[in-house]
């Protein structure tokens, strides 16, 4: 690939549904950096290829279906710029995002902060979320209706990550999406955090050679047909899959996880909310394009 100070690589998995408003909300907020479409074993192929092809990115294609191996062979050998962004495929970028993670990035260098990795404020997101309550000021709202919002709390015991009413309560509030994201930027300035705790990696910046230097993205194996996985002996907290492990490299070697505080972007879903979210995006699909095409 050609040289560029950044490189954004799209990485698909299960959302084929919103891939079309996810491509157009890149295709135009993507600053003109290179844009990789990454699709490890080629679910819904031909439909990547196309979208691809139509929007001007490169499109990489692996099987088997092992999410790290190619993530990793995809930024060694192929990606050649010092930064790289990576975004899942049921992310909606707003307008700011790129040039306000790269912002922010800059900035904690200058600063001296040996940095792990940026995100956006990311709304369904189990930490991030507390900075979008906060910032719009619906903290006291959100524990009026659901429960106090912590950033140190597991995961799994948060309404934000299994519970399809929350995820649309917080969506009906990140509407229009690139309005909102303007709102941060007045709020917050060229301000971030640094997170104290592990995050999701679904939209981080980061440098290329932080995972070079470690041996890159752990991986727990392909998945066999059936659903199963190749899953090595496991005893303790060992990191087993990309978010694990990018985040035990930040505690380990003391990198910032730091939340840009001046953009969004929205992630339509956990899990546990997969089903009931894509009827909710069939039903607001038009919403999250209207302000893209103003």
Wanted: one cysteine or more; a neutral charge.
């Amino acid at each position: 690939m050609n040289s560029a100070p950044i490189t954004i690589y799209l990485l698909l998995g299960l959302y084929h549904q919103v891939w079309d408003v996810v491509f157009e909300r890149l295709y135009h907020y993507h600053e003109g950096y290179p844009v990789v479409v990454l699709n490890p074993g080629a679910l819904h192929s031909e439909k990547a290829y196309h979208l691809a092809r139509s929007y001007g990115f490169s499109y990489v294609e692996m099987v088997p279906n092992n999410i790290e191996a190619a993530q990793n062979y995809l930024i060694q050998y192929i990606i050649d710029s010092p930064l790289v962004i990576k975004i899942d495929d049921d992310v909606f970028t707003s307008k700011n995002t790129i040039k306000n993670i790269s912002k922010i990035y800059k900035q904690a260098k200058e600063e001296g902060v040996d940095v792990g990795f940026v995100t956006p404020v990311v709304n369904v997101n189990n930490v991030t979320y507390y900075h979008f309550l906060k910032t719009l000021n619906l903290l006291d709202e959100y524990t009026r209706h659901f429960e106090k919002p912590h950033l140190a709390r597991d995961a799994k015991r948060q309404r934000i990550w299994y519970d399809p009413i929350v995820a649309r309560w917080i969506w009906e509030r990140s509407l229009p999406l690139n309005d909102i994201s303007e709102r941060f930027e007045r709020a917050n300035g060229n301000t971030y955090d640094l997170l104290p705790v592990r995050v999701s990696i679904n939209c981080i910046l980061f440098e290329k050679r932080l995972l070079i230097e470690n041996l890159g993205f752990s991986s727990r194996g392909p998945i066999l047909p059936g659903g199963f996985t190749v899953v090595p002996v496991r005893k303790g907290p060992l990191a087993i899959t990309d978010e694990e492990s990018i985040n035990f490299y930040a505690d380990v070697h003391k990198y910032g996880r730091i939340v840009a505080l001046n953009t969004i972007v929205g992630h339509l879903a956990y899990n546990p909310q997969r089903e009931a979210m894509l009827k909710w995006f069939s039903e607001n699909r038009n919403r999250l394009l209207e302000d893209v095409r103003r």
